[in-house]
């Protein structure tokens, strides 16, 4: 089955606590992504990154750090969460940047 | 400019009639436009796309529009069923390198019956 596969499903912690959440792709995109859901369902870009480029969005906190080991894998490492970093996170690929993209099924993140 | 507006942001709809949803874009460099299902519990999903090469597309009870001029662009569901019911999304790229595909803001269908 190719997709895109994260883990955990859930995941619950304390404030300043650091988790870090992992997501692989088997379609063999070029570019992975980190997308934040929060409850009123808006999609955040958080990170996009190829192996030759990483690209930030200027409203990510510090804290929030993406980590690859080759173009199939794409962590997410948040150092000290916070409340307001309760949300899903949705992890995806695509082959080019005007071309469909393929979602994992989503972290779900609270912070307690 | 990179925002996309998307309208309204919950729909509610009689089962059979049609839904219609409004994108609007600020580069004028996107020329790559999808829409995206998420049914609760999912993860988002690309039901139809369109590229700035054409003005219309039609799949399966789905038809999207596109004004270049307006930087508008948008998604009619024609005979509208409860399994329509989910969250929709727009979004818009452009081949530019180091961005991304923007998405709109989101919009909450409810069919009725």
């Known amino acids: 089955e190719t997709a895109v596969f994260q883990t955990p499903n859930y995941h619950v912690t304390q404030v300043g606590n650091e988790v870090s959440f992992n997501c692989k792709q088997t379609l063999g995109h070029d570019t992975m992504y980190w997308y934040k859901q929060d409850s009123k369902k808006l999609l955040k870009i958080m990170f996009s990154?190829?192996?030759?480029?990483?690209?930030v969005n200027e409203t990510v906190p510090r804290r929030f750090s993406p980590q690859s080991s080759d173009k199939a894998h794409l962590n997410l490492r948040i150092k000290s969460v916070e409340p307001e970093d309760s949300a899903v996170y949705l992890c995806?690929?695509?082959?080019?940047?005007?071309?469909?993209?393929?979602f994992g099924k989503g972290t779900r993140l609270t912070v307690v | 400019g990179e925002q996309v507006e998307q309208l309204p942001s919950i729909l509610r709809v009689q089962e059979g009639s049609s839904a219609s949803i409004n994108c609007t874009y600020e580069?004028?460099?996107?020329?790559?436009f999808p829409w995206y299902k998420q049914e609760p519990g999912e993860n988002p999903k690309l039901i139809i796309d369109?590229?700035?090469?054409?003005e219309r597309k039609q799949t399966q009870g789905l038809i999207v529009l596109l004004d270049k001029k307006a930087k508008r662009f948008s998604l009619h569901i024609t005979d509208t069923q409860p399994g329509d019911s989910a969250m929709y999304f727009c979004?818009?790229?452009?081949?530019?390198?180091?961005?991304?595909?923007?998405f709109g803001t989101g919009t909450k269908l409810q069919v009725v019956p």
């Open positions: 979004a818009a790229s452009s081949a530019n390198s180091g961005t991304y595909q923007r």
């Open positions: 580069n004028s460099a996107s020329n790559y």
């Open positions: 995806a690929s695509s082959s080019g940047q005007n071309t469909e993209v393929f």
């Open positions: 990154y190829n192996n030759k480029q990483l690209i």
């Open positions: 369109i590229r700035s090469n054409m």
